[in-house]
């Protein structure tokens, strides 16, 4: 998730506590201060109906051998990522494989 400023645009000199819900941001640039809520939301549709699910962290093995060495949580919109999150629930307990896996380079 990209954050920046709203008044100037700045978006590295961002500081924020959080406060329940909610994390309160001040801007170090111009001094703006603004309040966001932290709940992920699809960056398709704006939607918040996500749900989180593992997403496999895949690495070349030895030869043309790929492996899951780990995953990381992903939020999915169940209305613009319905056929991942269906793949997802046929084939669980395993996480969902990535689109795009490593590939072989040239002289490999």
Same mark, same amino acid.
């Given at each position: 998730?990209?954050?920046?400023?709203?008044?100037?645009?700045?978006? *590295?000199?961002?500081?924020? #506590?959080? +406060?329940?819900?909610?994390?309160?941001?001040?801007?170090?640039?111009?001094?703006?201060?603004?309040? !966001?809520?932290?709940?992920?939301?699809?960056?398709?549709?704006?939607?918040? *109906?996500?749900?989180?699910? =593992?997403?496999?962290?895949?690495?070349?093995?030895?030869?043309?051998?790929?492996?899951? #060495?780990?995953? !990381?949580? #992903?939020?999915?919109?169940?209305?613009?990522?319905?056929?991942?999150?269906?793949?997802?629930?046929? +084939? !669980?307990? +395993?996480?969902?494989?990535?689109?795009?896996? =490593?590939?072989? /380079?040239? /002289?490999?």
């Amino acid at each position: 998730m990209n954050l920046s400023c709203p008044e100037c645009g700045e978006a *590295d000199d961002l500081a924020g #506590v959080r +406060n329940e819900d909610r994390i309160a941001v001040t801007c170090g640039a111009c001094g703006a201060s603004w309040t !966001r809520d932290p709940s992920p939301r699809c960056p398709a549709c704006g939607g918040d *109906d996500l749900q989180g699910v =593992p997403l496999a962290i895949i690495e070349k093995s030895r030869g043309t051998q790929l492996s899951v #060495v780990g995953t !990381r949580t #992903v939020h999915l919109c169940s209305v613009c990522d319905a056929e991942a999150l269906d793949r997802y629930h046929r +084939n !669980r307990p +395993n996480p969902l494989m990535p689109d795009e896996l =490593p590939t072989i /380079g040239p /002289g490999t």
